[in-house]
């Protein structure tokens, strides 16, 4: 017991604050140029009972977007099987290219916004291996469709995919590696493959070890279901700067913050999230917290997720803060 506890003693409590340091302690110098971004989600803007199509062309126009992450939701293109209908995305795609923004296309079957697996109604009594096959079907003729396209700059397989959350099968690293693979062999200008992770828990590695560029969550005051209260997560800016520095040195990989926290997250979705409870995870004092948090990690490119409760709140709640705290932002 006394060999064990010498052992502990001179090994152990050593090697933790030297891993707390590295993590906890220190600053990081905002990046000198910052490209902030928007993720926009065409049905994310539906269920609040919003004219999605005005709303994009609100971001387009008055927020003034220049860095767009749009979604290819499966469940929208491929409503019948084998029969493609990219009307809504070619408009989305279009709009932005007319106006010169840079646009990063997430899709597969995770995807940004609850449930998280976007799958058709039709797929439902499939097998999973029948399923996947179908997928990488869906994902190549995405691919097809928009290799060509001037202002798609990288592809983002999938949405946290190695991240058990949502309504989704198991983390599978077999699939998501034909995915990726998929995806490189049929862009002739081989964009990079964006492969993204939650921010505060994992190391990132193994995405990294897939993708070209790994993207991250970047969440500071949330709900947990399990806890059942809310939570404000204990990192430093630094923390992140140090993960992202481990990815540049071990994988020789850009890291992009692919979700910023700019909308609440409470017990329940935000239709049905109260006024009450949406101010305890976000207000404007803490958006204009994170959006310091944020530039404090170093890094370079941010994509701000929440832009449809922004509209909301601008549109029908009579409140525009939020939509001209980011408008400032954008056109800084």
Request: hydrophobic fraction near 50%.
């Given at each position: 017991m006394k060999?064990?506890?010498?052992?502990?003693?001179?090994?152990?409590?050593?090697?933790?604050?030297?891993?707390?340091?590295?993590?906890?302690?220190?600053?990081?110098?905002p990046a000198k140029e910052i490209k902030w971004g928007i993720t926009f989600s065409q049905k994310h803007t539906e269920l609040f009972g919003l004219d999605w199509q005005k709303a994009y062309l609100s971001i387009l126009d008055d927020l003034g977007a220049k860095e767009l992450r749009l979604i290819a939701y499966w469940d929208l293109i491929e409503k019948n099987k084998d029969r493609y209908d990219f009307y809504d995305l070619d408009w989305q795609?279009?709009?932005?290219?007319?106006?010169?923004?840079?646009?990063?296309?997430?899709?597969g079957r995770k995807a940004p916004r609850w449930p998280e697996c976007h799958e058709p109604e039709w797929l439902k009594n499939w097998d999973q291996e029948a399923k996947n096959e179908k997928l990488?079907?869906?994902?190549?003729?995405?691919?097809?469709?928009?290799?060509?396209?001037?202002?798609?700059?990288?592809?983002?397989?999938e949405n946290e995919p190695l991240f058990s959350f949502g309504e989704c099968p198991p983390p599978d690293k077999e699939l998501l590696k034909r995915e990726v693979a998929l995806v490189?062999?049929?862009?002739?200008?081989?964009?990079?493959?964006?492969?993204?992770?939650?921010?505060?828990?994992?190391?990132?590695?193994?995405?990294?070890?897939?993708?070209?560029?790994?993207?991250?969550?970047?969440?500071?005051?949330?709900?947990?279901?399990?806890?059942?209260?809310?939570?404000t997560y204990p990192f430093p800016p630094i923390f992140y700067a140090r993960k992202t520095w481990l990815v540049n040195k071990i994988f020789k990989k850009r890291v992009?913050?692919?979700?910023?926290?700019?909308?609440?997250?409470?017990?329940?979705?935000?239709y049905?999230?109260?006024k009450e409870e949406q101010e305890k995870t976000m207000n404007l004092s803490r958006l204009k917290e994170i959006i310091e948090f944020a530039k404090n990690t170093g890094n370079d490119l941010f994509y701000l997720w929440g832009v449809e409760w922004w509209y909301l709140e601008k549109e029908k709640n009579n409140n525009d803060v939020f939509w001209k705290e980011i408008?400032?932002?954008l056109n800084q």
């Open positions: 060999k064990f506890l010498k052992i502990f003693l001179l090994f152990f409590i050593p090697l933790f604050l030297i891993i707390f340091c590295f993590f906890f302690v220190g600053k990081k110098e795609i279009e709009e932005a290219e007319k106006r010169n923004a840079k646009i990063m296309l997430a899709f990488l079907d869906y994902m190549g003729a995405i691919v097809k469709r928009y290799k060509e396209n001037n202002s798609i700059w990288a592809w983002q397989v490189k062999s049929l862009d002739p200008r081989n964009r990079p493959v964006v492969l993204t992770e939650s921010g505060e828990i994992p190391m990132w590695f193994n995405v990294a070890k897939m993708g070209d560029i790994v993207g991250h969550t970047l969440y500071r005051k949330v709900w947990m279901d399990k806890w059942e209260r809310y939570v992009i913050c692919s979700e910023l926290q700019a909308e609440p997250w409470g017990p329940v979705l935000l049905d999230l109260e408008k400032i932002l």
